[in-house]
């Protein structure tokens, strides 16, 4: 079975007019027929939001409302992998708001923090090869240079997700940066292992 988990739709993280219309018609076709789907926010100032506003497309009851202390999902709540297993989730398709615009380094899964399913251990490797121009450059590269390399939520929750035994396919049409540009990740997304698809060409399985 597929879990829709959307991160970082709200408001202020998320401005894409265009990437919202697309984005909101998986949700509507996943409320449709009654699927798993999970909003999530890695923001700490909207911990206290009341959990219709964490989203554009305004959370109900049906709905799974979470909020992560880290921007890999899988990390930041507890028990979120071993819970979509006891529910039969094998597959998750992903997308939202993420930190970055530019191309993370090609071994993705190196940079991946999450936990594996069965150990609770990070997967192997994890930031051992991390790309990191400040490093590179004897810490000289700006913060700004820093961040830009960096993947951000739905990146690392993707990673994430591969680690801890998902099948994961992350929606290339829906996924921006917070100037609400199309992420330019989705080859190193799919050298890692993850699907890299258009929203309107995925149909969740039940």
Same mark, same amino acid.
């Given at each position: ?94 997308? =939202? %708001? @993420? &930190?970055?615009?530019?191309? +993370? /380094? $090609?071994? #993705?899964? !190196?940079?991946?923090? =999450? %936990? @594996? &399913?069965?150990?609770?251990? +990070? /997967? $192997?490797? #994890?930031? !051992? ?5 400040? &490093? ?9 240079? !820093? ?5 951000? &939520? ?53």
């Amino acid at each position: 079975m597929d879990a829709l988990l959307l991160i970082d739709t709200d408001d202020a993280s998320y401005p894409s007019d265009d990437a919202m219309e697309t984005l909101g018609d998986i949700v509507t076709r996943t409320r449709a027929v009654g699927g798993v789907l999970i909003f999530a926010s890695t923001k700490a100032d909207l911990a206290d939001t009341p959990d219709e506003e964490l989203s554009i497309f305004v959370p109900d009851e049906e709905d799974l409302v979470l909020r992560s202390e880290s921007p890999d999902v899988f990390e930041g709540i507890d028990d979120l992998a071993a819970g979509l297993h006891d529910l039969s989730v094998d597959r998750i398709i992903i997308a =939202g %708001a @993420d &930190a970055t615009s530019a191309t +993370p /380094g $090609a071994d #993705a899964t !190196s940079a991946t923090p =999450g %936990a @594996d &399913a069965n150990t609770g251990e +990070p /997967g $192997a490797g #994890a930031g !051992s090869d991390a790309t990191d121009p400040a &490093a590179e450059a004897g810490g000289d590269a700006d913060a700004s240079a !820093s961040s830009a390399s960096t993947p951000g &939520a739905v990146y690392a929750s993707a990673m994430a997700g591969l680690v801890c035994n998902f099948d994961v396919v992350v929606l290339s049409d829906s996924t921006t940066d917070p100037d609400g540009k199309l992420v330019t990740w989705g080859d190193a997304a799919a050298g890692a292992g993850a699907m890299v698809k258009k929203t309107a060409d995925t149909w969740l399985r039940m």
